[in-house]
């Protein structure tokens, strides 16, 4: 499989990890969204990130979905999120999802961080360990890990590793971030690939600034190939007319922590997975907030016909 | 003045504080602004809220925005947001605030506090140091605040202080919060009234989960006003319309720390106040941002006129 | 082996994991530290704790730890950090160490935690995936996880799960919270031990408030031995003679971070690891540092002469 | 009165409020306790700094006490602190301290501020605000503040803002960032004074590796006079051995929370103020906390008897 590139663009779904209700591992079900996934138009996909379920995945657990997804995935790049408290894990899971054909690994920071020189080096500590053949996606998503990435550590990390060549964006906000890193390569810096993240909740806006597509696991992936698609294509209003059908779930699954059950309620709604069941210490929707996403589900289906 | 009570309800706009282009207070797009919010249908109106930019104002001129808006707001109940580090200052203000013909106090609890017996050992420390005849609404805001209060917590407050007749929501995810609240209360605990926050962005929800209404600031408040009725009027079909025509930009300015700017540029292009400028430390926003703003606001208009 | 209970009392030395410059485990200084433990009079052992850059071991490297330790350890207990962001990998490394022979595991709380709830939740959830049979050690370290467990919280704790036998105490300011806990067990609430932390500092006062002992892992253990030991005779001013005398280390030794460096660098010059070398992202101390780590050796030395 | 400049330094000490038993300034204690800190050696004074409780005070009674302060302390420099959430507020009572006659104003961080860029920003702004003629104290103090200053932002703001003259230094650990900017100016950069906080628990070391003494509040600020002296005259030896003396009790006053009703307790103890009281949120010492200090009081006056 070919390795990730700066050059990457389009939608790269962050994939679920299916259970069934004990908490096993429901392989079936890991193929089935695999397909669908690819089907709905995917360009790559992310396994093991937060919304993956990682931290709560064993060792052997984590290697043998790494193995099961690129294999599924015919061809299509895979990102792994190896993001771990230490650098030995962190390595141990990267090298052999290289190994096993990934097409890079993402590394979010650990919370401890906070000066941008603490920033810096921390992922110029773990290009090294991973060595320089290993495309590196840099997550930044201070909300969920409280490590603010500055422009001037991003410049520099970008400056410092050539192996960081996609950055996963979901800080919030973070339009003006997006601009600020488009005008700092027009004036020199190396041009790296940008994925946005939080669900899509502005990828409109963000692809206008000047992202790549989206890298993020909304239950309706086709919005972000059409949105994108759209707004490559300079259709606009075309692409606002279908992310709004889509916004009111949209922000409804973005609610922290809560946004997960979520979309898992709705990739079974849909028949990609075969239960909606977390992993602990996860919990599934209550009754009354399922009747409001099947609520919101079907006011979007009606309104998708509506704008055709 | 009426006191606020247990059985207040409607919409309650957190109020913007205009300055001019030096940071000096703007009286007349004070008592412009004031006037607006009431004719948009506002029930009542919040004053020196984190969104009003209360701590950059000295004391005094805290005092005079609390007289200029309560003799301006013709008996509509006016809430004073009277959060501050020290118990000194809070009461200093609360006291002068209810003087002057406030309905209530407004109370966040500061960040430094943890445990479910911090806070509510704070707030019956507050609620004593004012008295028993001040109306206290209790702010749950976690984002900002940074802290976290239990189902446990909250009603252990509402056990032990009378005083506390409101909560102003705007804890995320906080929908099943508002279910749990008022399932103690159909098991015995005494009632309070729930306004939301959050930029209105689960309003419709929010109304069905219980909720009395809003308490927020999003800078077209006939969206809260018509959501409000629709929905207390069995109109849930007609509350999601109008939300979802609205829902665009409300997800644009409930941006932290840049949602102020979002809000206070569309009051300005709305007319009503003279300028979008913040008091430093704040800024407005960037000409990329403002356009982008503009275009979701005429986007808005027309799907306003779709829908009637 | 037989397993830890509420009776455990004593010192257990928080062991480091000694490791060569290339940051490859060092086996040899392994057995050696832990003889050296024992030798100084040690009760029990803890391994891989914070101070044991668990975080930075794979998988398979933890458990061979557990494994040499326990081995070496020739009966004395030995408590395993299991702590992890998933219940998988807790419940994985926890039961592998009991069948290995540990003595119990230790928990510390996942920092994503706030309220009382949500803490008493959590420690559920371990205990019910561990089962009955394994004693487990609840690590109260707000400073480093910034979970702040109230003594309610606490309490629900001890009463919910009957496997939780001993608090790691090392809460700051935490000599309260002892009292306040040795009260409600006067009160009838159900009796763990409780074994204190943070380096040794408030060992005297802790043992008069009503502690079983010290789990910490300061580089001269004989300390904490015989400052227990003199708090149990009833020698209180010669406890106090013998821990002023190391007082200016343990404060040198609890800076956070930093502290672990320190440690090992004792240790090293000790005699009782090979090198004081970290496992990245740690790093050893620079030259001005251990100068001055070295004088205060020299310093505890003439003082604990005088002493005698 | 002269203004501070990069030349301070020695003792300067961060005074305590006295309250009495209802919370109300007593003016008599503060004049007293003024005296008294002067007598011991101070070589200046620090008012409204966090342990002198300045969040609970009202403007007016904040604007009393500097007042006083200055009055009283006729003619030795007095530095207020200014730490306020909103711009106007702090350039409100930093103008006036200054009109009153104060050396100079202290600056901590509001503890929103993450990355360099917004700490160097936000002081550049600070200093805008107060002007050129207003000497600037910088309070570093992360555990407190949340705001960690790394070297790089630390070094721009002393290139950006001719007006900080002096580093409040209380990171912790501390140690290498003193030296490491004491090396930055011997290469070039602007010289500023650093007195060093927390408690004085690193003094002697803090003046090893340059500090030019001690602005920090320890109940006995001769042993920050005489530390410091000794290590400025070379005697070394003597310096630490003053200092473990007072370690025990300067160790239990550094707790966090806890610490300033340690303090003020001692002071009581001494005569200084006529009540241990801090005003509400703050509690006082329980009977067996009290019990506790003295008795490190009365081992600790052993101790300075017996090295003379």
């Not at 390795?3 to 389009?10: D, I, Q, R, S, Y």
């Not at 290697?63 to 895979?78: D, L, Q």
């Not at 141990?92 to 097409?103: F, S």
């Amino acid at each position: 499989m070919s390795k990730l590139t700066e050059a990457a663009n389009g939608v790269y779904v962050i994939s679920v990890t299916p259970f069934d209700e004990t908490g096993a591992i429901d392989w079936d079900s890991l193929d089935r969204v695999t397909d669908r996934y690819l089907e709905a138009g995917a360009d790559g996909l992310t396994i093991l990130g937060m919304m993956g379920e990682a931290p709560k995945m064993t060792a052997d657990e984590a290697a043998e979905i790494v193995a099961r997804v690129i294999a599924r995935a015919g061809g299509v790049p895979v990102v792994v999120g190896v993001s771990a408290p230490g650098l030995a894990a962190l390595k141990g899971l990267g090298l052999k999802a290289m190994d096993t054909g990934a097409a890079g690994v993402m590394v979010a920071p650990p919370g401890s961080l906070r000066t941008d020189a603490q920033i810096r080096g921390y992922y110029a500590m773990v290009c090294e360990a991973l060595g320089r053949d290993v495309p590196v996606v840099l997550q930044d998503f201070p909300l969920v890990t409280g490590v603010q990435i500055s422009d001037e550590a991003l410049g520099a990390i970008i400056d410092d590793c050539p192996s960081v060549v996609m950055l996963k964006h979901e800080d919030w906000p973070g339009l003006a971030k997006i601009s600020r890193l488009r005008a700092a390569e027009a004036g020199g810096r190396r041009h790296i690939s940008v994925l946005c993240g939080n669900g899509g909740s502005f990828l409109p806006e963000e692809m206008a600034r000047g992202a790549d597509g989206a890298m993020t696991g909304f239950a309706y992936p086709e919005m972000m190939v059409e949105v994108v698609r759209a707004m490559n294509a300079g259709e606009t209003a075309r692409a606002h007319d279908v992310f709004d059908a889509y916004l009111p779930l949209i922000r409804y699954e973005t609610q922290p922590g809560l946004g997960l059950a979520v979309r898992k309620h709705a990739l079974w709604r849909r028949g990609w997975i075969a239960s909606p069941a977390l992993r602990k210490p996860g919990a599934g929707l209550d009754r009354e907030t399922a009747a409001e996403v099947d609520r919101l589900i079907d006011r979007q289906a009606r309104r998708l016909e509506e704008i055709g």
